[in-house]
């Protein structure tokens, strides 16, 4: 009977504990607004901002950060230090830097180019780097300072070429991506009127295949997706590919779950992606500054005529579903102590119920309900 009683209790505790699990409500879906993005392209103006790029100052950006900061865990002075750094190459460009501080050492950084309007545009990256074995450097060259370097280039150019922009455009480094999206979950619970998110994500690798790019299918607002691929067919010189994460892959997740509508593209299918990410060897020699360059064509491409759109109201909505495997990760990394507990609990109720089938107590459950 004590066991019957005991699994009664742990059940009881397990359902409260997990319902107060900040991230339970994507047992069910997420509404994410539907919105009609340009068919009609300013081509003159995106070409001519493309042809700023310059491989030259990649490859010396790229050089000079992964040599001075061979390391970025997100809770270190490394970490920390790396955000300091490209700060101060946001503020050389001229462009406003808001600061948005975590519980961890390294903040997550925001650019922005202010439009007419108070819907964004945001294209996203992230700041810090892991080795999945500990102690080893986890120098993160394409996971994801190539990202990072994508941005930087696109901003500078645009910057040094500004247009009157509708829409306002905001350029997004997270700290904390790497445990779980921890920094996007943290920047974009304060956030309204993302109207398109674009995560860039590895950018710098090509040796796996072909060269091309990586659009993610599974995890994405579908508008958006195929605006996207218009987008790398008319601005890029590689092809697109379709692929899938299977699980929450980047920090784009972050904005769906929020309800924005948004998109993943890295640097090939996931097949053929990086595979030398979360080690010591993530480095620059497997990084090819021409495909960082086709990221950065596809950057200037979605910020400029993604913020040049009219206002449009939603035509509708998409039910984005996450797993349950995604609801484990993102309660595991954010609530990890009532997490925890709540597995405790679930043992408890695991344990109760072996007692009561071992001791037969569910056969006389089963005759005081027939009597």
Request: charged share 20%; hydrophobic share 45%.
């Amino acid at each position: 009977m004590a066991a019957i009683v005991g699994l009664a209790i742990s059940l009881v505790l397990f359902v409260l504990h997990t319902a107060t699990l900040r991230y339970i409500g994507l047992l069910w879906p997420v509404k994410v607004p539907l919105f009609e993005y340009p068919s009609e392209f300013h081509q003159e103006t995106v070409n001519g901002l493309i042809e700023r790029i310059n491989e030259t100052r990649i490859t010396e950006q790229l050089q000079f950060l992964a040599g001075t900061f061979p390391h970025r865990e997100f809770n270190s002075d490394a970490g920390e230090s790396f955000a300091v750094e490209i700060e101060s190459l946001l503020e050389e460009t001229g462009v406003p830097v808001d600061i948005h501080q975590h519980a961890w050492r390294q903040p997550s950084l925001i650019a922005k180019i202010p439009g007419q309007q108070q819907s964004k545009v945001v294209v996203g990256c992230h700041l810090d780097a892991v080795n999945l074995v500990p102690f080893l450097s986890s120098p993160g060259v394409d996971d994801d300072l190539s990202g990072v370097v994508t941005l930087l280039e696109a901003i500078r150019i645009l910057r040094q070429n500004p247009l009157e922009l509708r829409q306002s455009l905001e350029f997004h480094f997270y700290a904390a991506e790497e445990p779980g999206m921890r920094g996007s979950l943290d920047v974009l619970a304060s956030y309204t009127d993302i109207v398109a998110f674009l995560q860039q994500d590895m950018t710098g690798f090509s040796a796996g295949a072909p060269p091309h790019f990586g659009v993610v299918e599974d995890y994405a607002s579908e508008p958006l997706t195929e605006y996207v691929k218009r987008l790398i067919e008319t601005y890029c010189t590689i092809p697109h590919r379709s692929t899938r994460c299977g699980q929450i892959c980047s920090d784009h997740s972050a904005a769906l779950l929020h309800g924005f509508p948004a998109v993943y593209v890295l640097e090939s299918e996931l097949a053929a992606s990086n595979p030398y990410i979360h080690t010591e060897h993530d480095t620059l020699e497997h990084i090819d500054v021409g495909h960082v360059a086709q990221h950065v064509r596809l950057v200037l491409a979605f910020a400029v005529e993604t913020a040049l759109m009219e206002t449009v109201e939603p035509r509708g909505e998409q039910a984005v579903r996450f797993r349950w495997t995604d609801i484990v990760i993102l309660s595991a990394t954010s609530d990890t102590l009532r997490f925890v507990m709540a597995c405790i609990i679930l043992s408890c109720a695991i344990a109760n119920l072996v007692l009561v089938l071992r001791s037969g107590g569910h056969r006389n459950l089963f005759k005081l309900h027939q009597n």
